[in-house]
């Protein structure tokens, strides 16, 4: 899959910006706060709906403009396909696929991305939902159906939380409280937590094998010291989660399909079953705390993504240095497992398109060089970089000069 064409009207510092495209590298340099960002931004919200940079859209429109819009060409097998996202501040999004108009999440699919930015440091560093939101992108790219169940998922939590809000303040004040109200909600947060802690654990099934090579592979360190693994822990378990079938894939060889099993894991049902029969468990379990502090305390939001390294937890032991390898290998693992997914309209070509936002600076000359030979495997590779010189020579392809909003190509 690649980008032909991209144009960009009102989004972010962009009134006007058309750009072709070619398969392979292609570079966006210039100085601080031209715009290169804004450029890979708009691609990456193709794939997700959303910024790697904010959690609210309204930044993403062009300050004194109604609506912005990204427009790409993406040629994914035979036919050329074109798609459009129009982001309103404050409203609900508008998308066209082929100029016909469509709900927003049908655009999800249509192109797929995996970006590396400086921001990634905090999967390392950063609080649990971090880690959570790295694992649900992955997980909507390669079930685009999640995104229903994660919205469904997000609005029952809320509704059961104002509820154990309101019956803890009627406790706190003496009143007798009923929370068989709350059994309807509970059932709701087991069906539908059950079924993101199944995809979540999934991918990290999945994952694992990468993750442990390439951060051998980025950080050049091997033995116990560069063993990097992750595992999933799930709320109502509190313990690392496993999937009948799945598991062993962990000490699979390396070049084991991992994704195949993500996508066509045959146990789904059970998994999902059995996970919904814990979560209520945990639910029933821990009803009077929940009431007491007004917050959900078991479900999918409270589960976490941990990454080890040797034998300590990653977060809060590793240097900057390899926190830095470990976000790296986080990425380039999911691009992997992306990659290989060859489920359902991916059978032709599946290959997710590589950003690379401004990391180049933040790596050493060894872990430069080492980067820049896996990322030549990618079928097409976007990489933004202030300082030309801190590019890698192995990065050859198309370079764009990006200045005072502005974008256009440098010869040679
Ligand atoms: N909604 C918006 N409307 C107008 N301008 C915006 C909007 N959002 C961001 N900008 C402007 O875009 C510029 C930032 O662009 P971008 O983040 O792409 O920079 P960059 O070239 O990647 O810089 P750096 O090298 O510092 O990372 C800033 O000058 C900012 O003021």
Partial sequence: MYLTDLALSDFRSYRQVVLHLSPGVTTFVGENGQGKTNIVEAIGYLATLSSHRVASDNALVRQGAQAGVIQAKVVHGEQPTTVEVEIFAGRANRARINRGGVRPVELIGHVRTVTFAPEDLELVRGDPAERRRFLDDLMIQMKPRMAGVKAEYEKVARQRAALL?????????????????????????????????????????????????????????????????????????????????????????????????VTNHEDDLTDADLTEVQLLSALAERRDQEIARGINLVGP????????????????????????????????????????????????DGEPILILDDVFAELDASRRKRLAETVLEAGQVFVTAAVGDDLPEELSGDRFLVHDGIVEPIDG
């Fill in 165 to 261: 809000k309101s019956l803890g303040a009627q406790r706190r004040r003496g009143g007798s409280i009923d929370s068989g109200a709350l059994d309807v909600w509970d059932v709701q947060l087991a069906k539908l937590g059950a079924q993101i802690t199944v995809a979540r654990a999934q991918i990290v099934a999945g994952l694992r094998p990468h993750v442990t090579e390439y951060y051998q592979i980025v950080s050049g360190q091997s033995g116990m010291a560069g063993n990097a693994r992750i595992d999933y822990t799930d709320s109502a378990t509190k313990g690392a989660f496993t999937l009948p079938g799945l598991e062993e894939l962990g000490d699979a060889d390396r070049g084991e399909d991992a994704a195949r099993l």
């Fill in 301 to 348: 939001h409270r589960d976490e993504l941990r990454l080890g390294l040797g034998t300590l937890p990653a977060k809060g032991y590793a240097s900057h240095g390899e926190s830095w390898s470990y976000a790296l290998a986080l990425r380039l693992g999911a691009w992997k497992l992306l990659r290989e997914d060859s489920s359902g309209e991916w059978a032709d």
